[in-house]
């Protein structure tokens, strides 16, 4: 209704809105709560230029219709659960979604969790693979570990063969980190990474470094790197 705290956003009819080309009309029961609609919430988020205004950029439901052949080639079909990363209307009983951004939603998950997948695992899957180019048998460096982001880079580094280090600011963020999967954790508030990364290699260093800080970290992530590593520099 206005610009401020939670307390604006209120509920509101608004008509159905249209799928066009290569999209699918989704009943919504589940949206993640995402950095860019709190600002969007605030007035420091200017809407895309064609999406919806209300804020919501993951959404979990069901497919009630959409483009036929889209769906088709994309091995979708009215009546699949699926989560999905929009540009806009997440908060709403429908949603338009680009078949492209859609995900089928993991057995075992409910919506709500489904609804937590798409923004972290599209932006680590472009990032440190896409980007990154990270290869089964190297070692991919998380700075940030038990954020949304690094939660998601652990799980999908092992899942692709990698060798995962990641860095947390305390001993009971570290342990998460391992527990989820990394094969080192380091607490950067107490142990140098740089000293850590090269002793958790035998000297060779890291092939790929996911950085959510930059600023001076990238100064010392140079000296992490192995030959031909790469850093990726995101949320910034």
Excluded at 100 to 105: D, S
Aim: charged share 20%; with cysteine.
């Amino acid at each position: 209704s206005s610009f401020g705290g939670p307390e604006v956003l209120l509920p509101a009819e608004r008509p159905v809105p249209q799928w066009g080309a290569g999209e699918v009309l989704v009943r919504v029961s589940a949206s993640g709560v995402n950095r860019p609609d709190v600002l969007q919430r605030m007035g420091h988020y200017p809407v895309p230029p064609g999406a919806s205004d209300i804020p919501g950029l993951e959404v979990a439901g069901t497919i009630v219709g959409g483009d036929a052949k889209a769906m088709l080639d994309a091995g979708f079909k009215v009546g699949d659960r699926i989560c999905a990363l929009v540009a806009g209307g997440g908060y709403a009983e429908l949603c338009v979604a680009p078949v492209g951004q859609c995900l089928p939603v993991p057995e075992g998950l409910t919506d709500i969790e489904a609804a937590s997948l798409p923004e972290t695992f599209f932006t680590v899957f472009s990032n440190v693979m896409d980007r990154g180019r990270l290869q089964k048998g190297e070692t991919l460096l998380i700075q940030g570990g038990t954020s949304g982001i690094g939660v998601t880079a652990i799980q999908l580094g092992k899942a692709f063969g990698a060798t995962v280090i990641a860095t947390a600011g305390s001993d009971d963020k570290c342990k998460a980190c391992l527990d989820l999967g990394a094969d080192y954790a380091i607490n950067y508030k107490t142990q140098d990474f740089v000293a850590e990364c090269k002793t958790n290699t035998n000297g060779k260093g890291v092939d790929v470094i996911l950085d959510m800080v930059a600023g001076d970290y990238v100064k010392r992530e140079v000296e992490c790197l192995a030959e031909d590593g790469r850093i990726v520099i995101i949320a910034v």
